[in-house]
């Protein structure tokens, strides 16, 4: 028998502008810029403060210490981020201090008429202050020319691939022979290689160009592109790749032998089983290392390397800068790549036609409302920036203060160690909004640019009753690999022993872990002739 109950459950859900917000937060600083203008397509009533206005900016200065203003400083908001923190997690907390608009965004669409009859009585007061278009400037936006700024750089590096498409063009081949090298070059990863079968290739050719082609009139035209430059290019595993470089040496006796490494024993050459190498190939001492190290030189990655790579050159973008002014640490945020902001003024002056026409139509009405929706979302997302700011400072003053003694000397015996919990605690925020903040973030200091999760460590115990950063462990044992004779390698457990010397108690299948972490490998591979 089917029964009708009543059920009253209480529960939470973030509003889309809060979600946005919490997206806000964890981007970097090099996107930011990005999500700026995809919010500025969709929003009219969000621009850019024009640089060019010096009678505007100064007024909009004079105004900044208006109780009522919504782009006021940091510092006057600073008390939204401590208020109502309680264990409902990091992303209701952020939601509870971001403000709900009246009206959603919505879209460019038509305004429904009983929509707009429910706001006939709209308070302009709130739109025609001049208080509410005051620009709002980034924090930590540097002196410079705004041409140098706004002017993008022009990009004077080719493409991997169209250095290869230039050299396939002034290469001797028929129309047929020219579309198997576009295919070939198409087919190259990241790395230089072409890792698909040439038999797959073959299909590609008939399905996408109608075109029957062998096997073997591929390998022809395989050989061609491989002549290209960068050497090595388009091989198809390692050992090809090797040798495509060594044939452009010159053919002496230390070139010939690392060719008879290559093709004979390269299993054992990968794995550094020298005396098999020489008791196969028949080679003494001198020869096996000269051979060695020619191939050592070789480049295993064709296709990365320069400028021209396949990959697009990534820089890193710090999202805050520390400086140290005699013992005085200066924390700023670098926000170079993203616009000033401000409230459009054209959408302040439609208020003040509607509040001055005699007659107020329902288009009137509809046109106030959708300008209100607009409004309302410029005011948030503003806000949104600036409370992103003050949570991503709030947050790095705690890891400066935690690890002054760090960036004071930039040693890295010097970090102490810290988890989320610990900053968490100190700014009175939870878990995951650190670990937002710390995610994909970095700072510029004078000993160099550091992700923000590098200050992120586990405490290792020592005899004298401290705990020890897993860091200081791992510069440690950076240290003594780095120092070891090549030709004995040290093992994990003699690492161990060393370490234990020392007074850090660690077990043997930790110096395993932390050297992995290093990407340093196993004795065994370490060793050098």
């Known amino acids: ?41 969709v929003n009219p009533a969000l621009e850019e403060d024009e640089a060019d206005e010096p009678e505007e900016l100064e007024r909009d200065d004079d105004d900044s210490d208006d109780s009522d203003d919504p782009d006021a400083s940091l510092d006057n908001d600073e008390n939204t981020l401590d208020e109502d923190f309680d264990d409902r997690g990091a992303d209701q907390e952020m939601a509870d201090e971001m403000p709900e608009p009246d009206l959603l965004p919505k879209d460019d669409g038509p305004v429904d008429s009983e929509t707009a009859a429910d706001n006939t009585d709209l308070d302009l007061s709130d739109y025609l202050n001049d208080d509410e278009i005051a620009g709002y400037k980034m924090q930590g936006d540097g002196p410079g020319e705004e041409e140098e700024r706004d002017t993008p750089l022009a990009d004077t590096s080719g493409s991997l691939m ?62 061609v592109v491989q002549g290209f430059d960068p050497p ?43 005396p098999r190498i020489q008791q196969k190939l028949d080679l003494e001492d001198d020869e096996l290392k000269e051979a060695i190290n020619v191939i050592l030189k070789l480049n295993p990655k064709p ?26 640490f200066n924390l700023t945020l670098n926000a170079r790549n993203a616009p000033e902001l401000r409230v459009s003024p054209a959408y302040t002056e439609m208020f003040r036609t509607y509040d001055k026409a005699a007659k107020k139509d329902q288009k009137m009405k ?6 209100k929706q607009k409004l309302d979302s410029a005011k948030w997302f503003i806000d949104a920036i600036r409370q992103r700011q003050n ?17 004071a000397e930039g040693d890295e015996g010097k970090l102490k160690p810290m988890i989320l919990k610990d900053i968490a605690q100190r700014i009175g925020m939870d878990i995951s909004t650190v670990s937002r903040v710390a995610n994909s973030k970095s700072i510029q200091t004078e000993f160099g640019i550091y992700p923000l999760k590098y200050f992120f460590s586990e405490g290792i ?12 462990v791992k510069s440690i044992l950076k240290d003594l690999i780095g120092n070891e004779n090549k030709e004995r390698p040290l093992s994990d457990d003699k690492l161990e022993k060393m370490l234990n010397a020392r007074g850090y108690n660690i077990a043997r299948r930790t110096v395993a872990k932390y050297r992995e972490q290093l990407n340093i490998p196993v004795a065994r591979l370490r060793k050098e002739l």
């Open 1 to 41: 028998m089917q029964r009708l109950d009543l059920k009253q459950l209480l529960s939470q859900k973030l509003s889309p502008q809060q979600i946005q917000f919490i997206k806000l937060l964890q981007i970097p600083t090099a996107e930011l810029e990005t999500r700026i203008k995809e919010e500025m397509e």
């Open 162 to 223: 169209d250095s290869l498409m230039d050299q396939l063009h002034f290469a001797d081949l028929d129309e047929r022979q020219e579309a198997i090298g576009q295919q070939l070059i198409g087919s190259i990863d990241g790395d230089g290689y072409i890792r698909r079968d040439l038999s797959a290739i073959a299909n590609d050719l008939a399905f996408s160009q109608n075109l029957e082609v062998t096997v073997a009139e591929i390998e022809a035209v395989l050989r």
């Open 232 to 274: 090595g290019i388009a091989a198809r595993d390692l050992p090809e790749c090797l040798l495509l470089q060594l044939e452009r040496r010159p053919q002496d006796e230390n070139t010939v032998n690392a060719e008879r490494i290559l093709t004979d024993t390269f299993e054992e050459f990968s794995k550094k089983h020298y």
């Open 303 to 328: 296709g990365g390397s320069g400028p021209s790579g396949l990959g697009k050159t990534q820089y890193l973008m710090p999202d805050f800068i520390l400086t140290n002014d005699n013992g005085i």
């Open 366 to 371: 509809e046109a106030v409302t959708f300008v």
């Open 391 to 407: 949570t991503l400072l709030r947050t790095m003053n705690a890891i400066v203060e935690l690890q002054r003694d760090f960036f």
């Open 461 to 472: 115990a020592t005899d004298s009753g401290e705990d020890a950063s897993s860091r200081e």
